[in-house]
């Protein structure tokens, strides 16, 4: 495990977690209505409940179980989960997030983390759109979405400068979700960008001239893009920071996890320093967790400790139904909604979107700058 007394890598990493934070909202007073209320969002499937009222007495009554019964405690937390989020709208951000979902350790969640949170906002109102910039094409899988050789995919975009309108696809599961998927020719691309022009701002040329075009259009906003990464700090995954202003980080709750944090860590203040100013880790995420280890508390409680306001407060379970999910080209979210494993992506979703209320309205960070 990592020497939780060596803390230099983690000073230099916090310092570059923390870097270009948005200012929290002073007050800490605004809703997510009074976000909403400054653009149209799509309108959310109807909430199964009368009131937020309704809401709150449910869970009040509920009643009360302590972990001594684990299942028992399981059923009731769902229950009091499913009551408290399904069917609620989420603040829309009042511009376009782009999050890299990036870790170059393999087989940590980004993929799954990517794909469940673009389908909890999508379901919650939000316009999401997914790039699947890693060759092996899972989050294109998971998403439903085809993605044989002759699809166009990401590859047109970034190799050929194909625009990125043409390679989107809509999501066959989910309203107001889409994607641009990746196809086996992504492999290659690594060794064509090598001798291109700013083979490092690629995608961050293509995604901008997308996002002005539908501006020009009246087309409505994209309120978040998630870049799902390959495992390793290639040029595909530089093109991915350098188009985003956030990094999201998922870390397994195991024993390896932090091994190679401190060099993503780095990697992104290089990226920072001479590519993409604005590049900051705004939210870390903790997967397949699993609370009777103490392995994983550890590893909860050691990253907890050192970025704590990064950290989403809800951990990601070890969940079959997770990982069954993408094998009926589905996300949790609509394989089996009401199941532990959707409903903690569901609460993730929701604290990573409410980040927003924390930021200063637009007109306050004019007035301070
Ligand atoms: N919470 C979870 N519970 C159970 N299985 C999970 C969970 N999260 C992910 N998995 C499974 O773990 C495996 C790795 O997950 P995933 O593909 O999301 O990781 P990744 O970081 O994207 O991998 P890669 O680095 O290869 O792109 C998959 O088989 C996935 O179904
Ligand atoms: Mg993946």
Request: overall charge negative.
């Amino acid at each position: 495990m990592h020497d939780p007394s060596d803390t230099t890598a983690w000073t230099a990493a916090r310092s570059a977690a923390e870097g270009s934070q948005p200012a929290p909202h002073p007050a800490g007073t605004m809703t997510a209505e009074d976000w909403s209320s400054t653009r149209s969002v799509t309108p959310i499937p109807p909430s199964p409940y009368e009131n937020e009222e309704q809401r709150r007495t449910l869970v009040g009554s509920l009643p009360s179980v302590d972990e001594s019964t684990p299942l028992a405690f399981e059923v009731a937390e769902n229950a009091r989960r499913r009551i408290s989020l399904v069917g609620r709208p989420f603040p829309a951000p009042p511009h376009t997030r782009i999050l890299t979902v990036a870790n170059q350790k393999g087989g940590v969640g980004k993929t799954t983390t990517t794909v469940n949170v673009a389908a909890a906002m999508a379901q919650a109102g939000l316009n999401v759109l997914v790039l699947d910039i890693d060759p092996q094409g899972n989050a294109s899988t998971a998403l439903g979405i085809d993605h044989h050789a002759d699809i166009p995919s990401l590859y047109d975009v970034v190799v050929e400068d194909a625009p990125l309108a043409d390679v989107i696809q809509q999501c066959p599961d989910v309203p107001n979700l889409w994607c641009a998927p990746a196809t086996i020719d992504l492999a290659g691309a690594e060794i064509e960008l090598v001798s291109m022009v700013a083979r490092e701002m690629r995608l961050q040329k293509s995604l901008d001239s997308y996002l002005d075009e539908r501006y020009a259009n009246a087309l409505p906003q994209i309120d978040y893009i998630f870049i799902d990464c390959p495992p390793s700090l290639s040029l595909l995954t530089i093109n991915a920071f350098v188009a985003a202003t956030e990094v999201f980080i998922p870390i397994q709750c195991e024993y390896y996890a932090l091994e190679g944090l401190s060099q993503l860590l780095k990697h992104i203040e290089l990226i920072r320093g001479h590519l993409n100013p604005r590049l900051h880790v705004s939210t870390i995420l903790l997967t397949m967790y699993d609370g009777r280890t103490r392995l994983s508390s550890q590893v909860a409680e050691e990253v907890r400790t050192h970025f704590s306001e990064v950290v989403v407060k809800t951990s990601v379970p070890r969940s079959v139904r997770i990982s069954e999910a993408p094998s009926h080209s589905q996300t949790v979210m609509t394989y089996d909604p009401g199941s532990s494993g959707a409903l903690s992506y569901l609460e993730a979703a929701r604290e990573v979107a409410e980040q927003v209320l924390r930021w200063a309205p637009p007109a306050e960070q004019e007035e301070r700058e």
